[in-house]
C-alpha cells in the first residue's frame, strides 16, 4: 500500500449516468446541488451511489500483500504494469512502433543500414552515443582504452631504457619492462616518481609531455561521458506511471479515450506535459499526384493536466468533430492498424529533462472500460489520503456492460447508448449539450414552429452563442430536373446578420417559425409531407470560451421520422428563485431531454396531426419489408434511413398502400437516438472513394491557342486523325 498525504482535493465528483428519459421516479437517486461559481445558478445532478467505492479499502497489511502478490507476477511492475500485452503481441506477431511491457516506451523501428548509421553516429555525434551506451559497457571500453595506453607507453619507456639508458635514472638498476610498465602509469595519473625518475633528456621529456596530456585528455573525456552517464535523468522516467491498458468510452455522455498517469516519487515534476498521437496505416494513400503516403500521424489533443501530480490522474481526449478517432469503431482502427502513442515530459528538480512513453495497440484499448479505484479517502482516524497501487493498472466493464464479452460487441453498446446524458460542469470542458429530440409546437397565430433546446452545464462558460439549423434532403433531381445528390437549406431562428448571440445563463429553446417562406412550408400539406419523411436536420451550437480562449462546437443530426415529435412541448427545467432558499433558480438537468405531448385537444394544432399520422403510417407500412419479415404484427418501430424514401415512393403500389392508411394510423413516437455518426476520414469508411480514385485527364490549351481563330479545326492537346477526323484520346 501506498501512501501519500496530500491536501483535500476540492473538486466534487463527476455524475455517472443520468436517468433515463421517459423515466420519473428518481426514488434510487441520491440527488446532488452543485453551485458553480460566479454564475447564480444551483444545478441538480442526479448522481447515482457508487458502491464501488471504498469496496478495495481494508487494512494494511492485506493491500500491502495484494502488492506483494502482484509483484510475483512474471515481468510486472508498478510503472510498466504486466507483460501481458507484451506477450500477446509476440504471440499474434503485431507490429507495434513502440514497445510496452518490460521495454515499454523503447523504440521498435528498425533501419536497415543499421551497421552504417551505427558509425555515423559515433562518428557524428560521439559524446550522446557514449551517453546511451549501456552504463557496463561504458566501463569495460573505459577500462580497456586506460589498460592499451599503459602498454603502449610502457613498450615506448621500455624502448628507452635500453636505447638510452641514461634518460631515466632507477636506483635498484632494474631495466626490465614491468619497471618502464609502472613508470608508464606513473607518469600518465601523476601519481609521483619514487626510485625510477627521467633525467636531463630529450626523448624522456617529449614522451611525458606527451602522456600527460594525453592522460588529462582521457580523464576529462572519461569523467564527462561517467557523469553525464550517471546523472542522467532516465531512469526518472522509470517513476512516471502510464497505464499498460487504455479505455474508450463515455463519461457523463461524452464519448472519451483515456489512460492513467502517475508520479511515484514525492519530488514535483516541473512543467509536465502528456502528448498522444495516432498513427494509422492500412493500405496507405496516394496523393493526386502519385506520391505513396503509407502512414497517417494526428495528434489526439488532451485535457487538463494537474500540474502538481499528487494523485493519479486519468487523462482524457475527447472524442469529438475535432478527433482524429471520430467516426472510428473497433473493427475500423484494427482494419487500418491504428497504434496510438503516449509521451509524457517533464522537468527535475535539478533541471534536466526526462520523458516517458506508453504504446497502445487497439486490442489494448478495452470499450465500455474503467479504471479501477485506487484512491481512498482517509478513514475516520487517519489524515492521509491512500493509493492502492497494486490496482494502477486494472480495468473493470462499466455498469450494464459485464454481459458483452466481445470488443466488438461493447464498441457498438458504446458508440450507442441506452441513456442520454448532459455534460458535467467543468471549467475548460466542452459543456454545450442540444436536446435529443426536437418537437412541433403550435406557435403564435396557429403556425407551427420547429423547436431545440440547447445549454450550457456550466452557465456563462461559453460567449457569443450561436445556432445554426440546417435540413438535409436526399433527392435525385432538384425542381429543375437536374440531377443533384442532396438539397440543404437553413432555417431561420433569428440569426440574418450574425450580430445577435445568446446567453446561456440558463436552457433556452430555439424556435424556427413554420410560415409561407419557410423551407419546411411543406409539412403543412398533407401530400408534401412525406417528402421530408427521410430528411436530416442539422444542428449547430458555437461559443467562445473565454477560459481558455478557444471556440468549441456543438453538433447533433436528427432524422425527421423518428427524432421529430409533433404536438409535444419540451419539460420545464427551470424552477424561478421565489421557489429556492437561496433565491437563485434552479436547473433540473435530468430533465433536459424530456418532452410531453400537448393533451388538450384545443392545444393541438392540425397542421402537425397530419404529420404524425402520414410519418407513422409510413413506418408501420413497410415495417416487414425493410425486415425482412411477413409478419405485420411487429412490435419495433422502422424509420427509413436518409435518403431511403425517395426510391420508396417511387413505387405506386406502396403510395396507395401509405394513403389508405395514413388517417387511421396514429403517432408512433420513440425516444431519439444519439447523434448520427458520418464518416470523416476515410479510414472510418471502407467503402471511402479516395482508396480508388485515379487521375482523371483534363484536356490542356497551349497559350498560342487561345487566340486561334474561331475555325481552328485543332483544339488542345488531342490531335485528329487525318483521314477521318476523329479524335485520338489523351493517354493517362
Same mark, same amino acid.
Given at each position: 500500500?501506498?501512501?501519500?498525504?496530500?491536501?483535500?482535493?476540492?473538486?466534487?465528483?463527476?455524475?455517472?449516468?443520468?436517468? @433515463?428519459?421517459?423515466?420519473?421516479?428518481?426514488?434510487?437517486?441520491?440527488?446532488?446541488?452543485?453551485?458553480?461559481?460566479?454564475?447564480?445558478?444551483?444545478?441538480?445532478?442526479?448522481?447515482?451511489?457508487?458502491?464501488?467505492?471504498?469496496?478495495?479499502?481494508?487494512?494494511?497489511?492485506?493491500?500491502?500483500?495484494?502488492?506483494?502478490?502482484?509483484?510475483?507476477?512474471?515481468?510486472?511492475?508498478?510503472?510498466?504494469?504486466?507483460?501481458?500485452?507484451?506477450?500477446?503481441?509476440?504471440?499474434?506477431?503485431?507490429?507495434?512502433?513502440?514497445?510496452?511491457?518490460?521495454?515499454?516506451?523503447?523504440?521498435?523501428?528498425?533501419?536497415?543500414? @543499421?551497421?552504417?548509421?551505427?558509425?555515423?553516429?559515433?562518428?557524428?555525434?560521439?559524446?550522446?552515443?557514449?551517453?546511451?551506451?549501456?552504463?557496463?559497457?561504458?566501463?569495460?571500453?573505459?577500462?580497456?582504452?586506460?589498460?592499451?595506453?599503459?602498454?603502449?607507453?610502457?613498450?615506448?619507456?621500455?624502448?628507452?631504457?635500453?636505447?638510452?639508458?641514461?634518460?631515466?635514472?632507477?636506483?635498484?638498476?632494474?631495466?626490465?619492462?614491468?619497471?618502464?610498465?609502472?613508470?608508464?602509469?606513473?607518469?600518465?595519473?601523476?601519481?609521483?616518481?619514487?626510485?625510477?625518475?627521467?633525467?636531463?633528456?630529450?626523448?624522456?621529456?617529449?614522451?611525458?609531455?606527451?602522456?600527460?596530456?594525453?592522460?588529462?585528455?582521457?580523464?576529462?573525456?572519461?569523467?564527462?561521458?561517467?557523469?553525464?552517464?550517471?546523472?542522467?535523468?532516465?531512469?526518472?522516467?522509470?517513476?512516471?506511471?502510464?497505464?499498460?491498458?487504455?479505455v474508450i468510452s463515455r463519461r457523463d455522455g461524452i464519448l472519451k479515450f483515456m489512460f492513467r498517469i502517475a508520479d511515484i516519487r514525492r519530488t514535483q515534476v516541473i512543467q509536465p506535459q502528456v502528448k498522444a498521437y495516432l498513427y494509422t496505416w492500412g493500405e496507405g494513400r496516394n496523393t493526386a499526384e502519385g506520391e505513396y503516403i503509407p502512414v497517417r500521424i494526428e495528434s489526439l489533443e488532451i485535457g487538463y493536466i494537474d500540474g502538481q501530480l499528487l494523485l493519479p490522474l486519468i487523462e482524457e481526449h475527447t472524442i469529438d468533430e475535432r478527433s482524429p478517432l471520430c467516426g472510428h469503431t473497433y473493427m475500423s482502427l484494427k482494419s487500418v492498424n491504428a497504434e496510438i502513442v503516449v509521451t509524457f515530459e517533464g522537468t527535475t528538480e535539478f533541471g534536466n529533462p526526462f520523458m516517458a512513453r506508453q504504446?497502445?495497440?487497439?486490442?489494448?484499448?478495452?470499450?465500455?472500460?474503467?479504471?479501477?479505484?485506487?484512491?481512498?479517502?482517509?478513514?475516520?482516524?487517519?489524515?492521509?489520503?491512500?493509493?492502492?497501487?497494486?490496482?494502477?493498472?486494472?480495468?473493470?466493464?462499466?455498469?450494464?456492460?459485464?454481459?458483452?464479452?466481445?470488443?466488438?460487441?461493447?464498441?457498438?453498446?458504446?458508440?450507442?447508448?441506452?441513456?442520454?446524458?448532459?455534460?458535467?460542469?467543468?471549467?475548460?470542458?466542452?459543456?454545450?449539450?442540444?436536446?435529443?429530440?426536437?418537437?412541433?409546437?403550435?406557435?403564435?397565430?396557429?403556425?407551427?414552429?420547429?423547436?431545440?433546446?440547447?445549454?450550457?452545464?456550466?452557465?456563462?462558460?461559453?460567449?457569443?452563442?450561436?445556432?445554426?439549423?440546417?435540413?438535409?434532403?436526399?433527392?435525385?433531381?432538384?425542381?429543375?430536373?437536374?440531377?443533384?445528390?442532396?438539397?440543404?437549406?437553413?432555417?431561420?431562428?433569428?440569426?440574418?446578420?450574425?450580430?445577435?448571440?445568446?446567453?446561456?445563463?440558463?436552457?433556452?429553446?430555439?424556435?424556427?417559425?413554420?410560415?409561407?417562406?419557410?423551407?419546411?412550408?411543406?409539412?403543412?400539406?398533407?401530400?408534401?409531407?412525406?417528402?421530408?419523411?427521410?430528411?436530416?436536420?442539422?444542428?449547430?451550437?458555437?461559443?467562445?470560451?473565454?477560459?481558455?480562449?478557444?471556440?468549441?462546437?456543438?453538433?447533433?443530426?436528427?432524422?425527421?421520422?423518428?427524432?421529430?415529435?409533433?404536438?409535444?412541448?419540451?419539460?420545464?427545467?427551470?424552477?424561478?428563485?421565489?421557489?429556492?432558499?437561496?433565491?437563485?433558480?434552479?436547473?433540473?438537468?435530468?430533465?433536459?431531454?424530456?418532452?410531453?405531448?400537448?393533451?388538450?385537444?384545443?392545444?393541438?394544432?392540425?397542421?402537425?396531426?397530419?404529420?404524425?399520422?402520414?410519418?407513422?403510417?409510413?413506418?408501420?407500412?413497410?415495417?416487414?419489408?425493410?425486415?425482412?419479415?411477413?409478419?405485420?404484427?411487429?412490435?419495433?418501430?422502422?424509420?427509413?434511413?436518409?435518403?431511403?424514401?425517395?426510391?420508396?415512393?417511387?413505387?405506386?403500389?406502396?403510395? @396507395?398502400?401509405?394513403?389508405?392508411?395514413?388517417?387511421?394510423?396514429?403517432?408512433?413516437?420513440?425516444?431519439?437516438?444519439?447523434?448520427?455518426?458520418?464518416?470523416?476520414?476515410?479510414?472510418?469508411?471502407?467503402?471511402?472513394?479516395?482508396?480508388?480514385?485515379?487521375?482523371?485527364?483534363?484536356?490542356?490549351?497551349?497559350?498560342?491557342?487561345?487566340?486561334?481563330?474561331?475555325?481552328?479545326?485543332?483544339?488542345?492537346?488531342?490531335?485528329?486523325?487525318?483521314?477521318?477526323?476523329?479524335?485520338?484520346?489523351?493517354?493517362?
Amino acid at each position: 500500500m501506498m501512501t501519500y498525504s496530500v491536501a483535500p482535493h476540492l473538486n466534487p465528483t463527476p455524475a455517472d449516468v443520468l436517468p @433515463k428519459p421517459q423515466n420519473h421516479d428518481n426514488t434510487s437517486l441520491q440527488g446532488k446541488s452543485v453551485e458553480l461559481a460566479g454564475s447564480g445558478v444551483t444545478s441538480v445532478f442526479p448522481t447515482r451511489l457508487d458502491h464501488n467505492v471504498g469496496s478495495n479499502r481494508g487494512p494494511n497489511w492485506l493491500a500491502g500483500f495484494l502488492y506483494w502478490l502482484r509483484r510475483k507476477e512474471r515481468g510486472w511492475s508498478p510503472d510498466r504494469g504486466s507483460a501481458q500485452h507484451q506477450r500477446e503481441r509476440a504471440l499474434r506477431q503485431s507490429p507495434a512502433l513502440v514497445a510496452t511491457g518490460r521495454h515499454a516506451g523503447q523504440s521498435r523501428v528498425e533501419y536497415v543500414q @543499421k551497421h552504417y548509421l551505427f558509425l555515423h553516429a559515433w562518428k557524428r555525434d560521439f559524446f550522446h552515443a557514449a551517453i546511451h551506451t549501456p552504463l557496463y559497457l561504458v566501463l569495460a571500453v573505459i577500462a580497456v582504452i586506460y589498460t592499451t595506453t599503459f602498454f603502449f607507453f610502457g613498450l615506448l619507456w621500455w624502448s628507452i631504457l635500453r636505447c638510452h639508458g641514461d634518460c631515466v635514472s632507477n636506483n635498484n638498476g632494474d631495466t626490465g619492462f614491468v619497471t618502464a610498465l609502472i613508470f608508464s602509469v606513473v607518469t600518465e595519473q601523476t601519481i609521483g616518481y619514487g626510485n625510477t625518475y627521467p633525467n636531463e633528456c630529450w626523448a624522456a621529456a617529449w614522451l611525458i609531455m606527451v602522456q600527460s596530456v594525453l592522460g588529462m585528455i582521457m580523464d576529462a573525456i572519461t569523467i564527462g561521458i561517467v557523469f553525464a552517464r550517471i546523472s542522467h535523468p532516465k531512469q526518472r522516467g522509470r517513476t512516471i506511471a502510464i497505464s499498460d491498458s487504455a479505455v474508450i468510452s463515455r463519461r457523463d455522455g461524452i464519448l472519451k479515450f483515456m489512460f492513467r498517469i502517475a508520479d511515484i516519487r514525492r519530488t514535483q515534476v516541473i512543467q509536465p506535459q502528456v502528448k498522444a498521437y495516432l498513427y494509422t496505416w492500412g493500405e496507405g494513400r496516394n496523393t493526386a499526384e502519385g506520391e505513396y503516403i503509407p502512414v497517417r500521424i494526428e495528434s489526439l489533443e488532451i485535457g487538463y493536466i494537474d500540474g502538481q501530480l499528487l494523485l493519479p490522474l486519468i487523462e482524457e481526449h475527447t472524442i469529438d468533430e475535432r478527433s482524429p478517432l471520430c467516426g472510428h469503431t473497433y473493427m475500423s482502427l484494427k482494419s487500418v492498424n491504428a497504434e496510438i502513442v503516449v509521451t509524457f515530459e517533464g522537468t527535475t528538480e535539478f533541471g534536466n529533462p526526462f520523458m516517458a512513453r506508453q504504446s497502445y495497440l487497439m486490442d489494448e484499448i478495452m470499450w465500455g472500460h474503467q479504471f479501477t479505484q485506487i484512491i481512498h479517502p482517509p478513514e475516520t482516524d487517519d489524515t492521509k489520503y491512500r493509493i492502492d497501487f497494486s490496482r494502477f493498472h486494472d480495468t473493470l466493464p462499466q455498469e450494464g456492460l459485464d454481459e458483452l464479452k466481445s470488443q466488438e460487441d461493447r464498441c457498438m453498446r458504446v458508440l450507442r447508448p441506452d441513456v442520454t446524458t448532459v455534460p458535467y460542469p467543468l471549467l475548460g470542458e466542452n459543456t454545450l449539450v442540444i436536446s435529443d429530440s426536437l418537437v412541433l409546437s403550435p406557435g403564435p397565430g396557429g403556425k407551427p414552429q420547429l423547436q431545440v433546446r440547447i445549454g450550457d452545464t456550466y452557465p456563462n462558460q461559453h460567449v457569443e452563442i450561436s445556432v445554426r439549423i440546417y435540413i438535409y434532403r436526399w433527392i435525385t433531381t432538384d425542381v429543375s430536373g437536374i440531377p443533384q445528390d442532396y438539397s440543404v437549406e437553413q432555417l431561420e431562428v433569428g440569426y440574418e446578420t450574425g450580430a445577435d448571440r445568446l446567453l446561456l445563463w440558463l436552457p433556452m429553446v430555439v424556435t424556427h417559425v413554420i410560415d409561407d417562406t419557410s423551407p419546411l412550408a411543406n409539412w403543412r400539406d398533407l401530400d408534401t409531407v412525406l417528402n421530408d419523411s427521410d430528411a436530416t436536420i442539422v444542428v449547430v451550437v458555437e461559443g467562445y470560451m473565454y477560459s481558455t480562449g478557444t471556440n468549441r462546437m456543438r453538433m447533433r443530426m436528427f432524422h425527421t421520422q423518428s427524432d421529430v415529435h409533433p404536438n409535444h412541448i419540451f419539460c420545464p427545467v427551470v424552477t424561478a428563485p421565489s421557489s429556492s432558499a437561496d433565491y437563485k433558480p434552479r436547473v433540473d438537468w435530468s430533465k433536459f431531454h424530456e418532452v410531453t405531448a400537448l393533451e388538450q385537444e384545443e392545444l393541438q394544432s392540425p397542421h402537425l396531426q397530419h404529420v404524425s399520422r402520414a410519418w407513422g403510417a409510413l413506418s408501420n407500412s413497410y415495417r416487414p419489408a425493410l425486415l425482412g419479415a411477413e409478419d405485420d404484427s411487429l412490435d419495433a418501430t422502422v424509420t427509413y434511413k436518409p435518403g431511403q424514401l425517395s426510391s420508396i415512393m417511387a413505387n405506386p403500389e406502396m403510395v @396507395k398502400q401509405l394513403s389508405r392508411q395514413t388517417n387511421e394510423m396514429s403517432f408512433r413516437g420513440s425516444r431519439a437516438p444519439e447523434a448520427g455518426h458520418i464518416h470523416l476520414t476515410p479510414d472510418t469508411d471502407p467503402e471511402n472513394t479516395f482508396r480508388t480514385r485515379q487521375r482523371n485527364s483534363r484536356p490542356r490549351v497551349r497559350f498560342e491557342e487561345l487566340f486561334a481563330p474561331e475555325d481552328s479545326s485543332h483544339h488542345g492537346d488531342q490531335p485528329q486523325n487525318g483521314s477521318t477526323g476523329q479524335q485520338i484520346p489523351e493517354q493517362v
